[in-house]
């Protein structure tokens, strides 16, 4: 399974635009980039996922560079409710994701 | 539309009592689901998971243990709780009609074992 590394933590201001770059240098072909969403005492929620180039929906965009070894989410002008943890994981189909640490956004007015 | 439950939300247990947790899908059918567990401060570790009715992956040894006695069903059950069973524990569900790796996780139940 391949290993995903993520910032621990990313500070950002209302109205930026704020990028969360994922490596994984030992993505498998099969392997599909999936980005999750959790606020405290929550679940984690689904954001986005790709498998290459640019993947776009109404909450963020996801950068995947030909090699595949990194993957960058994007959100754009962030507001503080966008405060919480995002996680990177890499797979080719749900069994066994592993959802690391993830990066812990705090977003300040 | 699919929903998943999962109760109850809180619960303060000591050590050595059982422990049964439980999580219901509505919506769809024949789902894998997923019991993962979160330490304070710490990533989701996947305990379990179920492809069909009576089939259960264990990725971690521990004096967990779960059941999947329905399609929509999933159980996870401790006979004696250890202080480290302390956590806050989700339960996921996946299906063949979303992508390869979106999981739609319950409520959350938080444990605290003392």
Known sequence: LAKTTQPISMD????????ITCSHNNIATNDYITWYQQFPSQGPRFIIQGYKTKVTNE??????????????????????????????????????????????????? | SQT???????LVQPVGSPLSLECTVEGTSNPNLYWYRQAAGRGLQLLFYSVGIGQ???????????????????????KK??????????????????GPGEL?????????VL
Do not use: M
């Open chain 1, 12 to 19: 950002s201001y209302e109205g930026q635009e704020v990028n």
């Open chain 1, 59 to 109: 909450v963020a965009s996801l950068f995947i560079p030909a090699d595949r070894k990194s993957s960058t989410l994007s959100l754009p002008r962030v507001s503080l409710s966008d405060t919480a943890v995002y996680y990177c994981l890499v797979g080719e189909n749900t069994d066994k994701l592993i959802f690391g640490t993830g990066t812990r956004l705090q977003v300040f007015p």
């Open chain 2, 4 to 10: 998943i439950h999962q109760w109850p939300a809180t």
């Open chain 2, 56 to 78: 259960i992956s264990s990725e971690v040894p521990q004096n967990l243990s779960a059941s999947r006695p329905q399609d929509r069903q999933f159980i996870l059950s401790s």
């Open chain 2, 81 to 98: 709780l250890l202080l480290s069973d302390s956590g806050f524990y989700l339960c996921a569900w996946s299906g063949d009609r979303q």
């Open chain 2, 104 to 112: 739609f996780f319950g409520e959350g139940s938080r444990l605290t």
